[in-house]
């Protein structure tokens, strides 16, 4: 099977992690630490290619050809690219300055025109989007780590041996 292919698209799920989980550890190894460790990540990413080339150009080969490459990249461009966009400030900033919105807030201002933490209704709504997006797109990644020893499987029974 792929398998340098398959440890290169981990390297970049295990990166991508990491920089989710920053704060996590900024507590643990102090701020930053997270960039610190993303660049040993690099440095594994960048040396599966480097100790056997050919052997990863038919592996990368073999795997953008299958079903599984098809879901990873969907979950990977959701995350990287989809996500960030629906964090962007300004675009919650128009959806909450629709009339349903502003309505809705208008009793719970405090004197300073802002709503208290607690009822943050806008911040909470973003948060929760934001975070069901990320999920969704992670879920994507993980079916695409969990079809081929899926679809293997099917292909033990003697009938099933042409979807394999």
């Known amino acids: 099977g792929p398998v340098r292919?398959?440890?290169m698209?981990?390297?970049?799920?295990?990166?991508?992690?990491?920089?989710?989980?920053?704060?996590?550890?900024?507590?643990?190894?102090?701020?930053?630490?997270w960039a610190l460790i993303d660049l040993l990540v690099l440095a594994a990413f960048l040396a599966v290619p480097a100790l056997r080339?050919?052997?990863t150009v038919r592996d990368l080969a073999d795997f953008s050809s299958s079903?599984?490459?098809?879901?990873?990249?969907?979950g990977i461009a959701f995350a990287v690219v989809?996500?960030?966009?629906?964090?962007?400030?300004?675009?919650?900033?128009?959806?909450f300055d629709l009339p349903i919105w502003q309505?809705?807030?208008?009793?719970?201002?405090?004197?300073?025109?802002?709503?208290?933490?607690?009822?943050?209704?806008?911040?909470?709504?973003k948060n929760t989007v934001e975070e069901s997006f990320e999920l969704a797109s992670y879920l994507l990644?993980?079916?695409?780590?969990?079809?081929?020893?899926?679809v293997a499987r099917r292909g033990d029974h003697p009938a099933d041996r042409q979807i394999v």
């Open 5 to 7: 292919a398959l440890a």
């Open 9 to 33: 698209c981990a390297l970049v799920v295990l990166a991508m992690c990491v920089r989710e989980l920053d704060g996590f550890f900024d507590k643990l190894l102090g701020h930053g630490s």
């Open 53 to 55: 080339p050919e052997r």
């Open 67 to 74: 079903q599984e490459c098809a879901l990873l990249a969907a």
């Open 82 to 95: 989809f996500s960030q966009l629906i964090g962007y400030k300004v675009v919650w900033t128009e959806v």
């Open 103 to 125: 309505n809705a807030a208008a009793p719970h201002l405090q004197p300073d025109g802002h709503l208290p933490g607690e009822i943050d209704i806008p911040r909470h709504v």
């Open 141 to 150: 990644v993980l079916a695409s780590a969990l079809l081929p020893p899926l």
